[in-house]
């Protein structure tokens, strides 16, 4: 016996995405050749076709907490194919949009990211933060003076743990407490769906899944299956290795500064400069291929969350290469103005990066280990 399905649409739902994305949700009549075109869908849940059409239905529940919008990668096959110019491939985008904003409490951050009109905020909160900190603990130094260009004596390195470790501890509560709300709604999604058992999340399991994927995810490899973006997967490796070098460049000199008692500047030989130079050089050069590629690309939906991180990657790169150029060349109050202003860029990154693009990372990556994870487990291929 069939049983009845009562379709409950979610009015707003379908009006946010179709103003976020500014497509006609109408347009889909539900061809499926863009699940047949992108070579990355898997057999057992083929994607996007269903996605449209739950779209268009409104129904959030399935598409918030849905693995498969997460497997995307946007390379445009299925948007370029699709006989309707639904734009399947960007309207996964918006989903994926929505979804972090779903998971990245509190709502109220996400309100200063769709407004361009309060792009100034994120750099003024930022500065004020930091004066502030500055100069009621007395750290800050306005005025260093002295042969050489030290920045620790302008900004001491224990004014930026003060600053920066709460901070990071904030934004991996975050992250935490999304993860953990992401995974419970995919798992209660496809247990009422009858996709997989219900029942708790083997955690071990989760994470060794976790764990095997990470090395395909490092190396794009989904995106070698794209067509018609394929050569995004250089620019968008290059970012994504600078943006990990300079995590691991940033340990380093920490390790040097507590466990070796090494205080900066060193010498543009050493081993991990080099590597900090080649990675601020590559985030510039990756950012500026991304911007060119996505502007080249005039059929893709192209948004102001879109825009905002690559815009912040690039200005993050060239403010810390300016940085590094001012000292060189002993113009010290060029130096010292550009290595606040680049502080407020990596103050932006650290702090926003749960409701920017950036959270992607990690939303992508815990959703492609719970496809992996539930593949075993799957007791109808059918959505
Ligand atoms: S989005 Fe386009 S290609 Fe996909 S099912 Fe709808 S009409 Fe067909
Ligand atoms: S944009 Fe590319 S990866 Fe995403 S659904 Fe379409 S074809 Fe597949």
Request: with cysteine.
């Amino acid at each position: 016996m069939t049983l009845p399905v009562l379709i409950e649409p979610d009015l707003d739902f379908i009006a946010q995405i179709s103003s976020d994305s500014g497509l006609n949700l109408k347009k889909c009549y539900q061809c499926a050749t863009c699940s047949v075109a992108c070579t990355i869908s898997h057999d057992d849940r083929p994607f996007p076709r269903k996605e449209m059409i739950h779209a268009a239905w409104g129904l959030k529940d399935r598409l918030i907490a849905n693995p498969d919008i997460w497997l995307c990668h946007n390379c445009g096959d299925c948007s370029t194919l699709c006989p309707r110019d639904a734009r399947p491939g960007d309207v996964l985008n918006t989903l994926r949009k929505m979804s972090i904003k779903e998971y990245s409490k509190p709502a109220a951050m996400h309100r200063l990211f769709n407004d361009r009109r309060k792009l100034p905020w994120l750099f003024i909160l930022p500065a004020m933060i930091i004066m502030t900190m500055g100069l009621v603990t007395g750290l800050m130094n306005l005025s260093p003076g002295g042969d050489r260009i030290v920045f620790a004596h302008f900004f001491p390195v224990p004014l930026i743990e003060m600053i920066f470790i709460p901070l990071s501890l904030g934004v991996t509560l975050v992250f935490f407490q999304g993860i953990r709300r992401f995974l419970k709604d995919m798992q209660a999604t496809d247990a009422r769906l009858g996709k997989t058992a219900p029942g708790p999340l083997d955690l071990k399991r989760f994470l060794i899944t976790l764990i095997t994927q990470l090395p395909a995810i490092i190396k794009h490899e989904q995106f070698s299956f794209c067509s018609e973006n394929k050569g995004r997967k250089i620019s968008h490796m290059m970012v994504a290795f600078s943006f990990t070098s300079l995590a691991f460049v940033a340990g380093a000199f920490v390790f040097a500064l507590y466990v070796l008692n090494s205080h900066g500047p060193y010498d543009q030989i050493n081993p991990v400069k080099i590597l900090a130079n080649v990675s601020g050089i590559a985030l510039i050069a990756g950012s500026l291929l991304l911007i060119r590629e996505r502007r080249a690309n005039a059929r893709q939906t192209n948004g102001y969350f879109d825009w905002y991180l690559l815009g912040l990657a690039l200005f993050l790169g060239i403010t810390g290469m300016l940085t590094q150029t001012f000292r060189l060349a002993e113009i010290s109050w060029a130096a010292y103005s550009m290595y606040f202003i680049h502080l407020l860029f990596a103050f932006n990154l650290v702090a926003f990066l749960p409701y920017t693009k950036l959270a992607h990372l990690v939303y992508r990556t815990v959703a492609i280990a719970y496809y992996h994870y539930t593949k075993k487990e799957k007791l109808s291929p059918h959505s």
